[in-house]
């Protein structure tokens, strides 16, 4: 069983289109994230998801915007994709958002190219 | 804010032993994390060290001094599976971002036969 799952898996599109990725977590835990890795393997934190709730989104461009239908569901909407947000793009989960010795659980990535 | 040092690039032959080191710099500090990355893959957690000292996992420990805002992972008999990315990643308390992990730039670990 797939613990976190992405989809899709690759995505193709073209400079100012609107695209989301789809994440799942089966672990039943509470706090989902979004990370962006570029080019040069630097994996940033995005958002952070609590029971559906957002807690906390850093700096990132407002034409990102997280949804959580359930705390097991953790979609990421971008609009007028730009260059830039060529990235691969990682949801994880951990059981809870104040557990400080909670391993994070990391979804196979999300591979986004922009042309 | 915050701020990590690794090295980008170590290379090592099967069977040796390396020593990933990680200095950082932040607010409320509260545990440093180690997680690998192989190509093409998703980040896995290795380690978790949260007090000073040496965590010891099968081949892999971790270690720890708070005081020299310092750790390191050693990793013992290479394979060349272990050819992959290390993230070192501290933990903050403090407000809300507590659990929330912030990533060194990774160091990549080369094993030669």
């Known amino acids: 069983d797939t613990a976190v799952s992405q989809t899709p898996k690759y995505l193709v599109t073209q400079m100012g289109n609107d695209k989301s990725i789809k994440c799942e977590q089966n672990l039943g835990h509470d706090t989902m994230y979004w990370y962006k890795q570029d080019s040069k393997k630097f994996l940033k934190i995005m958002f952070s998801y609590n029971n559906k709730e957002l807690i906390i989104n850093e700096t990132v461009p407002n034409r990102f915007s997280p949804k959580s239908p359930d705390k097991a569901h953790l979609n990421l909407h971008i609009n007028s994709l730009e260059l830039g947000d060529s990235a691969v793009y990682f949801c994880?989960?951990?059981?809870?958002?104040?557990?400080?010795?909670?391993?994070?659980?990391f979804g196979p990535g999300t591979r986004l190219t922009v042309l | 804010g915050q701020s990590l040092e690794q090295p980008s690039e170590v290379t090592a032959v099967e069977g040796a032993i390396v020593q990933i080191n990680c200095t950082y710099q932040t607010s409320g500090f509260y545990g440093l994390s180690w997680y690998q990355q192989h190509d093409g893959g998703a980040p896995t957690f290795l380690s978790y060290n949260a007090l000073d000292g040496l965590e010891e996992t099968g081949r892999f420990s971790s270690f720890l001094s708070r005081s020299d805002s310092y750790g390191y992972l050693l990793l013992q008999e290479l394979q060349m599976k272990d050819s992959a990315s290390y993230f070192c990643?501290?933990?903050?308390?403090?407000?809300?971002?507590?659990?929330?992990?912030?990533f060194g730039r990774g160091t990549q670990l080369t094993v030669w036969p």
């Open positions: 994880a989960s951990t059981p809870r958002e104040r557990g400080a010795t909670d391993t994070q659980y």
């Open positions: 990643a501290v933990r903050r308390y403090g407000g809300s971002t507590l659990g929330r992990l912030y």
